[in-house]
Protein backbone atom coordinates (compact mmCIF):
# COMPACT_ATOMS: atom_id res chain seq x y z
CA UNK A 1 0.00 0.00 0.00
CA UNK A 2 2.94 2.54 0.86
CA UNK A 3 5.24 1.69 -1.47
CA UNK A 4 4.60 3.41 -4.19
CA UNK A 5 3.42 6.54 -1.98
CA UNK A 6 8.00 5.89 -1.16
CA UNK A 7 8.64 4.57 -4.36
CA UNK A 8 10.41 1.55 -2.45
CA UNK A 9 10.36 -1.83 -4.93
CA UNK A 10 10.13 -4.04 -1.91
CA UNK A 11 8.80 -4.08 1.82
CA UNK A 12 12.19 -2.49 3.74
CA UNK A 13 10.88 -4.38 6.93
CA UNK A 14 9.61 -7.83 5.89
CA UNK A 15 9.80 -10.47 8.87
CA UNK A 16 11.44 -13.19 6.08
CA UNK A 17 15.29 -13.84 6.78
CA UNK A 18 16.54 -12.31 3.55
CA UNK A 19 20.09 -11.90 3.52
CA UNK A 20 20.66 -8.90 1.67
CA UNK A 21 18.52 -6.97 3.63
CA UNK A 22 21.08 -7.66 6.95
CA UNK A 23 22.84 -5.38 8.50
CA UNK A 24 25.93 -5.61 9.59
CA UNK A 25 26.51 -4.56 13.02
CA UNK A 26 30.16 -5.21 14.73
CA UNK A 27 28.39 -8.17 16.24
CA UNK A 28 26.85 -9.63 13.23
CA UNK A 29 30.16 -9.08 10.94
CA UNK A 30 32.06 -11.09 14.38
CA UNK A 31 29.64 -13.68 14.36
CA UNK A 32 30.23 -14.45 10.56
CA UNK A 33 33.79 -14.35 10.59
CA UNK A 34 33.66 -17.05 14.10
CA UNK A 35 31.62 -19.23 11.53
CA UNK A 36 33.37 -18.30 8.50
CA UNK A 37 36.29 -19.43 10.22
CA UNK A 38 34.95 -22.55 12.13
CA UNK A 39 33.72 -23.72 8.46
CA UNK A 40 36.81 -23.54 6.39
CA UNK A 41 39.23 -24.82 9.29
CA UNK A 42 37.54 -27.59 9.57
CA UNK A 43 36.40 -27.57 13.56
CA UNK A 44 33.88 -29.75 13.43
CA UNK A 45 31.44 -27.74 15.49
CA UNK A 46 30.11 -24.11 16.06
CA UNK A 47 27.44 -22.82 18.29
CA UNK A 48 25.36 -19.34 17.43
CA UNK A 49 22.82 -18.30 20.11
CA UNK A 50 20.70 -15.28 20.51
CA UNK A 51 17.84 -14.33 22.01
CA UNK A 52 14.33 -14.34 19.78
CA UNK A 53 14.35 -11.93 16.63
CA UNK A 54 18.08 -10.59 16.99
CA UNK A 55 18.89 -12.09 13.51
CA UNK A 56 20.65 -15.80 13.79
CA UNK A 57 18.17 -17.31 10.95
CA UNK A 58 19.00 -14.53 8.54
CA UNK A 59 23.16 -14.44 9.57
CA UNK A 60 22.96 -18.70 9.04
CA UNK A 61 21.71 -17.80 5.48
CA UNK A 62 23.93 -14.93 4.74
CA UNK A 63 26.40 -17.58 5.79
CA UNK A 64 25.40 -20.05 3.25
CA UNK A 65 25.29 -17.12 0.51
CA UNK A 66 28.97 -16.62 1.51
CA UNK A 67 30.26 -19.77 0.84
CA UNK A 68 31.63 -20.70 -2.26
CA UNK A 69 31.01 -23.54 -4.66
CA UNK A 70 33.40 -25.75 -3.18
CA UNK A 71 30.86 -26.61 -0.03
CA UNK A 72 27.90 -28.84 0.13
CA UNK A 73 25.27 -27.50 2.36
CA UNK A 74 21.95 -28.46 4.25
CA UNK A 75 19.89 -25.99 6.15
CA UNK A 76 17.33 -27.73 8.51
CA UNK A 77 14.60 -24.96 10.07
CA UNK A 78 12.69 -27.11 11.97
CA UNK A 79 14.47 -29.61 14.09
CA UNK A 80 11.73 -30.90 16.17
CA UNK A 81 12.09 -34.73 14.93
CA UNK A 82 13.20 -37.93 15.89
CA UNK A 83 16.39 -38.98 15.11
CA UNK A 84 15.41 -41.18 12.26
CA UNK A 85 13.72 -38.22 10.83
CA UNK A 86 16.56 -35.87 11.37
CA UNK A 87 18.82 -38.68 9.40
CA UNK A 88 16.44 -38.74 6.83
CA UNK A 89 16.17 -34.51 6.58
CA UNK A 90 19.81 -34.20 6.54
CA UNK A 91 20.64 -36.52 3.64
CA UNK A 92 17.54 -35.21 1.56
CA UNK A 93 18.57 -31.60 2.21
CA UNK A 94 22.22 -33.08 0.83
CA UNK A 95 20.27 -34.55 -2.03
CA UNK A 96 21.43 -38.25 -1.09
CA UNK A 97 19.71 -41.02 -2.50
CA UNK A 98 19.09 -44.00 -0.14
CA UNK A 99 18.35 -47.37 -0.48
CA UNK A 100 17.67 -48.01 3.04
CA UNK A 101 15.16 -45.83 5.14
CA UNK A 102 16.16 -46.40 8.27
CA UNK A 103 19.21 -45.16 10.58
CA UNK A 104 22.01 -47.14 9.60
CA UNK A 105 20.99 -46.51 5.84
CA UNK A 106 20.37 -42.81 6.29
CA UNK A 107 24.45 -42.35 8.00
CA UNK A 108 25.79 -45.43 5.57
CA UNK A 109 24.63 -43.22 2.76
CA UNK A 110 25.32 -39.86 4.03
CA UNK A 111 29.46 -41.44 4.79
CA UNK A 112 29.42 -42.23 0.84
CA UNK A 113 28.61 -38.97 0.30
CA UNK A 114 30.64 -37.52 2.46
CA UNK A 115 33.59 -39.54 1.57
CA UNK A 116 33.14 -38.44 -2.08
CA UNK A 117 32.95 -34.80 -1.35
CA UNK A 118 35.91 -35.20 0.18
CA UNK A 119 37.91 -36.51 -2.47
CA UNK A 120 36.56 -34.31 -4.88
CA UNK A 121 38.32 -31.68 -2.43
CA UNK A 122 34.78 -30.16 -1.18
CA UNK A 123 33.73 -29.34 2.26
CA UNK A 124 30.27 -30.36 3.64
CA UNK A 125 28.18 -28.05 5.87
CA UNK A 126 24.88 -28.71 8.10
CA UNK A 127 23.21 -25.86 9.87
CA UNK A 128 20.34 -26.49 12.25
CA UNK A 129 18.35 -23.36 12.91
CA UNK A 130 15.82 -23.41 16.36
CA UNK A 131 17.95 -26.09 18.29
CA UNK A 132 16.80 -25.39 21.26
CA UNK A 133 13.89 -27.25 20.30
CA UNK A 134 16.24 -30.46 20.07
CA UNK A 135 16.11 -33.09 22.30
CA UNK A 136 19.09 -34.93 23.62
CA UNK A 137 18.29 -37.95 22.02
CA UNK A 138 18.39 -35.72 18.40
CA UNK A 139 21.76 -33.82 19.79
CA UNK A 140 23.16 -36.76 20.43
CA UNK A 141 22.60 -37.96 16.99
CA UNK A 142 24.15 -35.23 15.39
CA UNK A 143 27.33 -35.39 17.87
CA UNK A 144 27.04 -38.70 16.42
CA UNK A 145 27.39 -37.26 12.46
CA UNK A 146 30.44 -35.71 13.74
CA UNK A 147 32.21 -38.86 13.97
CA UNK A 148 32.11 -39.05 10.18
CA UNK A 149 35.86 -38.19 9.56
CA UNK A 150 39.17 -39.08 8.15
CA UNK A 151 42.53 -39.17 10.07
CA UNK A 152 43.02 -35.65 9.56
CA UNK A 153 39.83 -33.86 9.56
CA UNK A 154 35.78 -33.69 10.10
CA UNK A 155 34.01 -35.04 6.84
CA UNK A 156 31.34 -32.34 7.93
CA UNK A 157 30.85 -29.36 9.40
CA UNK A 158 28.24 -28.64 11.75
CA UNK A 159 26.61 -25.28 12.77
CA UNK A 160 24.05 -25.24 15.69
CA UNK A 161 21.94 -22.11 16.26
CA UNK A 162 19.87 -21.16 19.26
CA UNK A 163 18.30 -19.22 21.62
CA UNK A 164 20.07 -18.99 25.17
CA UNK A 165 18.40 -22.34 26.29
CA UNK A 166 20.90 -24.15 23.68
CA UNK A 167 23.43 -22.79 26.12
CA UNK A 168 21.82 -24.09 28.86
CA UNK A 169 21.19 -27.96 27.50
CA UNK A 170 24.38 -27.77 26.70
CA UNK A 171 25.81 -27.73 30.08
CA UNK A 172 24.17 -30.95 31.11
CA UNK A 173 26.06 -33.65 32.18
CA UNK A 174 24.35 -35.90 29.46
CA UNK A 175 25.57 -33.48 26.91
CA UNK A 176 29.14 -32.96 27.43
CA UNK A 177 30.41 -34.66 24.90
CA UNK A 178 28.75 -32.65 22.42
CA UNK A 179 29.72 -29.35 24.73
CA UNK A 180 33.52 -30.75 24.73
CA UNK A 181 33.54 -30.86 20.68
CA UNK A 182 32.29 -27.27 20.47
CA UNK A 183 35.55 -25.26 19.86
CA UNK A 184 33.58 -21.85 18.09
CA UNK A 185 30.73 -19.98 20.36
CA UNK A 186 29.20 -16.87 19.81
CA UNK A 187 26.47 -15.22 21.47
CA UNK A 188 24.15 -12.53 19.90
CA UNK A 189 22.89 -9.55 21.98
CA UNK A 190 20.64 -6.83 20.85
CA UNK A 191 21.64 -4.00 18.51
CA UNK A 192 22.50 -0.16 20.44
CA UNK A 193 20.58 2.69 20.11
CA UNK A 194 23.62 3.96 17.40
CA UNK A 195 22.86 0.59 15.52
CA UNK A 196 18.83 0.80 15.49
CA UNK A 197 19.67 4.34 13.58
CA UNK A 198 21.66 2.53 11.31
CA UNK A 199 19.34 -0.53 10.49
CA UNK A 200 16.40 1.68 9.73
CA UNK A 201 18.63 3.43 7.12
CA UNK A 202 20.11 0.16 6.14
CA UNK A 203 16.32 -2.07 5.21
CA UNK A 204 15.32 1.89 3.43
CA UNK A 205 18.38 1.98 1.27
CA UNK A 206 18.39 -1.55 0.45
CA UNK A 207 13.89 -1.24 -0.55
CA UNK A 208 14.83 1.72 -2.74
CA UNK A 209 14.07 4.47 -0.33
CA UNK A 210 15.62 7.49 -0.90
CA UNK A 211 15.08 11.44 -0.94
CA UNK A 212 13.13 12.51 2.33
CA UNK A 213 11.95 9.73 3.64
CA UNK A 214 13.50 8.43 6.99
CA UNK A 215 13.15 8.40 10.90
CA UNK A 216 13.81 11.39 12.02
CA UNK A 217 15.94 11.18 16.15
CA UNK A 218 12.92 11.15 18.05
CA UNK A 219 11.00 8.77 16.27
CA UNK A 220 14.41 6.59 16.52
CA UNK A 221 14.63 7.12 20.54
CA UNK A 222 11.28 5.97 20.15
CA UNK A 223 11.74 2.81 18.75
CA UNK A 224 14.24 2.04 20.12
CA UNK A 225 13.13 2.14 23.97
CA UNK A 226 10.10 0.10 22.61
CA UNK A 227 12.48 -2.82 20.91
CA UNK A 228 15.48 -2.48 23.48
CA UNK A 229 17.05 -2.80 19.83
CA UNK A 230 15.46 -6.61 18.59
CA UNK A 231 15.54 -6.25 14.93
CA UNK A 232 12.30 -8.55 14.87
CA UNK A 233 10.42 -5.74 16.69
CA UNK A 234 12.04 -2.70 15.04
CA UNK A 235 10.97 -4.34 11.27
CA UNK A 236 7.25 -4.97 12.40
CA UNK A 237 7.29 -1.23 14.04
CA UNK A 238 8.85 0.16 11.14
CA UNK A 239 6.09 -1.77 8.72
CA UNK A 240 3.66 -0.09 10.93
CA UNK A 241 5.33 3.31 11.12
CA UNK A 242 5.25 3.65 7.41
CA UNK A 243 1.74 2.44 6.88
CA UNK A 244 0.88 5.53 9.61
CA UNK A 245 2.95 7.78 7.82
CA UNK A 246 1.65 7.00 4.15
CA UNK A 247 -2.08 7.74 5.94
CA UNK A 248 -0.97 10.82 7.13
CA UNK A 249 0.87 11.69 3.96
CA UNK A 250 3.92 12.27 5.49
CA UNK A 251 7.86 11.71 4.08
CA UNK A 252 9.28 11.81 7.67
CA UNK A 253 8.54 9.64 10.24
CA UNK A 254 8.94 11.22 13.28
CA UNK A 255 7.94 10.46 17.21
CA UNK A 256 4.26 10.59 16.89
CA UNK A 257 3.91 8.30 13.86
CA UNK A 258 5.94 5.59 15.79
CA UNK A 259 3.89 5.78 18.79
CA UNK A 260 0.66 5.56 16.80
CA UNK A 261 2.28 2.32 15.21
CA UNK A 262 3.13 1.26 18.47
CA UNK A 263 0.15 1.34 19.88
CA UNK A 264 -1.78 -0.42 16.92
CA UNK A 265 1.07 -3.12 18.01
CA UNK A 266 -0.03 -3.59 21.33
CA UNK A 267 -3.51 -3.42 20.64
CA UNK A 268 -3.49 -6.49 18.11
CA UNK A 269 -0.99 -8.70 20.83
Known amino acids: MYLEYYNLHEQPFNVTP ?42 CRSLLSRLGERFHTALILNPMLTA ?66 TNSHKLIQIVL ?14 LRQLAQRITIRYHLSSMSRGDTAEYLKHRLSVAGGGGQLHFDDDAVNEIYEFTCGTPRL ?36
Do not use: W
Open 18 to 59: DPKFLYMTGQHSTALNHLLYSIQHRKGFALLTGEVGTGKTTL
Open 234 to 269: INAVGDKALLAGYVSGSDAIDNEIVRLAISDLKEAA
Open 161 to 174: AGQPELRTMLRSPS
Open 84 to 149: TQMLRAVVTEFGVECTRSDRLGYVTALNTFLLGVNSDGHDAVLIIDEAQDMSVELLETVRLLSNLE
